[in-house]
């Protein structure tokens, strides 16, 4: 049986269900995030990103680059409503879905062409089903692995859906820029750059050694995803499981520099919990209850896998900027989920900096020898 996995992602999701929700904005450059000077773009529609704003932007930056756009501070609950609806739907077409994030998932689709035709006919249902019962468009990858099925869904967006077989993955990646290998950043790019090599295929064809020079212990695993080789499992939503803390106060947190204190010292028990538990994470969640006993979560994906304490803290900072803290705070809590075994992921988890992998490496001596609270990070 040949094995296919297919990705699915919404198009500008945020974006998309405020356009569908009110048609007057359809057409419109919307965007969707924190709406003070330090807030950041959560999403934004396709008119948008005409004029170069896209997600994790500033949202200072964004106003300047289209100030005529219609800035709204997003409904998380409208769109984790309109999530489910759409998981729903991928549960009626394979019994293992690996959610990603609110608006993105895995589905292994392997032997279910005889109960709902081709892989191909199968992305096109599941694109029917998604519009029929939200409105909104999906752009849908299928491919024989995660690696080249989460490429193809972003091939052809928006609303796109792009097969890619095991025959013809390593031409079409030869000519791609490293950079779509996901989770190569700037710094890893100009590390190969620095030995001539700007493209996946280039990849392929380097001297271990030479890529060993450029990205350390990620580099066979690089080659490998060059190659369109990855053989990492969908894990359904039960074994999607994560790792967190958090910490209820003796005193209510009213300031920003409290708040930055108490969540710091939280990243580092969530990344230290991590890496002795051999694991790495994708989904970052905060949550907050405040003193009229509210409580809210907010959600982001990174990149590339994480487990380092201040790759944690800087994907934190960012859902912190999303947050009103209208009072004070009785609880803060961070995790950490869609985890996979450190050694087994191909996606590349790079230390781009070789100090953060020795400064993590030395605070965990530390903790394994004298116990998680002998030592805390400073801001």
Known sequence: MRR?????????????????????????????????????????????????????????????????????????????????????????????????????????????????????????????????????????????????????????????????????????????????????????????????????????????????????????????????LDDRPVLNSSAAKSIGKECTFTHDLYTEEERRHAVLDLCGRVGWRLRRSGVVGYTVTLKVKFASFKIITRSITAEGPISYDEEIFTLVQKLMQAVKWTEGVRLLGVSVAHLEPAGAVPILGFAEDERLEKRNKAVDKIKSKFGEEIIKRGL
């Open 4 to 228: 296919w996995i297919m990705h699915v992602d919404m198009d500008a999701f945020f974006a998309s269900v405020e356009q569908f929700d009110n048609p007057e904005l359809r057409g419109l450059p919307v965007i969707v995030g924190g709406q003070s000077d330090r807030g950041v773009v959560s999403t934004c529609s396709y008119e948008a990103r005409v004029y170069g704003v896209h997600s994790a932007m500033p949202m200072v930056e964004a106003r300047r680059l289209c100030p005529q756009a219609v800035f709204l501070p997003g409904r998380m609950k409208r769109y984790q409503e309109v999530s489910r609806q759409i998981m729903a739907i991928f549960n009626d077409f394979s019994p293992l879905v690996e959610p990603l994030s609110v608006d993105e998932a895995f589905m292994d689709i392997s032997g279910m062409e005889r109960l709902s035709g081709s892989e191909q006919a199968i992305g096109i249902k599941v694109k029917a089903a998604i519009k029929a019962a939200t409105g909104l468009t999906a752009s849908v990858g299928i491919a024989p692995n995660k690696f080249l099925a989460k490429l193809a869904s972003d091939m052809q967006k928006p609303d796109g859906l792009v097969v890619i077989r095991a025959e013809d993955a390593e031409a079409l990646l030869r000519p791609l820029p490293v950079r779509r290998i996901f989770g190569i950043g700037r710094r890893a790019e100009q590390a190969l750059l620095q030995f001539g090599i700007a493209t996946i295929g280039q990849i392929a064809n380097a001297d271990i050694h030479v890529l060993q020079k450029a990205l350390g212990s990620s580099a066979a695993t690089v080659k490998q995803l060059a190659h369109g």
